[in-house]
């Protein structure tokens, strides 16, 4: 804040002009010459909107307050204002996250129990597929995000019928990807860790969709995993894989593994690639807590074949880092 001074002397100038300090305090005192030269002193408020006109002896003072107190009040509060919507922005968040994970539950209790109901008569008729218990999981997923995020697809004539086997592979950006991607109504087997089956009731549903087990770091596992899915494929049924191997935490896309392109070379059905956009700024790994608003696109692009795993590793990857690059995500 400064102050703007005015100085009509009179015949004679007795003394120099005065400097009038600046700061924020509320009144300054200004020090003038009287009529022979003896110093009186004068308060100037700072604070008045409007300009004043002080007589100090034969001096006349003329003060005016700056225009840029206010712009610099403004810019002051600025930052404190931004730091203070940040706190509120995390706790809209987090109660979010708080009323996801109840609509999930409660949705998930009814729809357990027609997953049980309808379990006997898939195992006799439909082990592989398990067409009656992807139908129930497509509405327990539609039924969770329909009121927290807008979700849009594109590319629905991509996908293959389900009675075609496929090897579906994507790129994992948050917890929400698996509800994304069950929308799809595509009956798909999921590899997912061993201890999500623990879980009460959603580890209990993923045992009856078929999901396949897998322990992380275990060598043998991941084999048996690769054969389980391998015996899937020829038998008509379909295989998810997330092939960077877990959520990216930058939201860029990883390395792909080799292992979903070895299934599709093996069996000799086509690759669909699908890249998910938005799921990752929704719940950021490491904060499934929280749900931030937004929406979710789902881009499903044209199948891939061929007999060379490292060769459809590449190409899927780089479909899917293409789409990325041009809705501004990074890749590594």
């Known amino acids: 804040m400064g102050a703007l001074v005015w100085l009509r002397p009179a015949a004679r100038v007795l003394a120099p002009a005065p400097h009038i300090p600046t700061g924020p305090s509320s009144a300054h005192e200004v020090v003038g010459g009287g009529m022979k030269g003896r110093p009186r002193r004068v308060s100037v408020a700072l604070r008045c909107p409007d ?30 204002d931004s730091s203070q919507a940040l706190p509120d922005l995390q706790l809209v968040s987090r109660i ?3 009323f996801f994970y109840i609509v999930t539950a409660v949705a998930a209790i009814f729809l357990f129990i027609a997953m049980v109901v309808v379990h006997p008569p898939v195992l006799l008729f439909d082990r ?12 327990w997923a539609t039924l969770t995000i329909s009121m927290f995020y807008k979700l849009e697809v594109q590319g629905m004539e991509n996908l293959p019928p389900n009675s075609s086997p496929a090897v579906y592979v994507a790129n994992h950006q948050s917890f929400l990807d698996i509800y994304t991607l069950l929308t799809l109504g ?16 959603v580890g209990w549903a ?7 087990p897998l322990r992380r ?22 295989v998810f894989f997330f092939p960077e ?28 690639p699908i890249t998910l956009l938005g799921t990752g700024k929704l719940m950021p790994p490491g904060m499934e807590g929280n749900l931030n608003s937004g929406s979710v696109k789902v881009i499903i692009h044209r199948p891939l074949e061929g007999n060379d795993a490292e060769k459809l590793c590449s190409e899927a990857r780089n479909v899917i880092a293409d789409t990325l690059v041009q809705h501004g995500y990074g890749v590594q």
């Open 51 to 80: 300009p004043r006109v002080l007589q100090a002896g034969r001096w006349r003072w003329t003060v005016a307050r700056s225009d840029v107190t206010a712009g610099g009040a403004a810019a002051a509060a600025g930052p404190e």
């Open 96 to 98: 979010r996250g708080v």
């Open 128 to 139: 592989h597929h398990r067409r009656a218990q992807h139908y129930i999981a497509k509405i």
């Open 186 to 201: 595509r009956c798909f087997k999921f590899i997912s860790k061993t201890s999500i089956f623990m879980f009460p009731i």
């Open 206 to 212: 993923m045992y009856l969709l078929g999901v396949i």
């Open 217 to 238: 770091m275990d060598s043998r596992s991941q084999l048996e995993c690769l054969k389980r899915c391998v015996d899937l494929v020829k038998k008509g049924a379909s």
């Open 245 to 272: 191997g877990t959520r990216s935490k930058d939201g860029k896309l990883g390395v792909f593994k080799r292992g979903a392109f070895s299934v599709a070379t093996k069996t000799g059905v086509p690759v669909i």
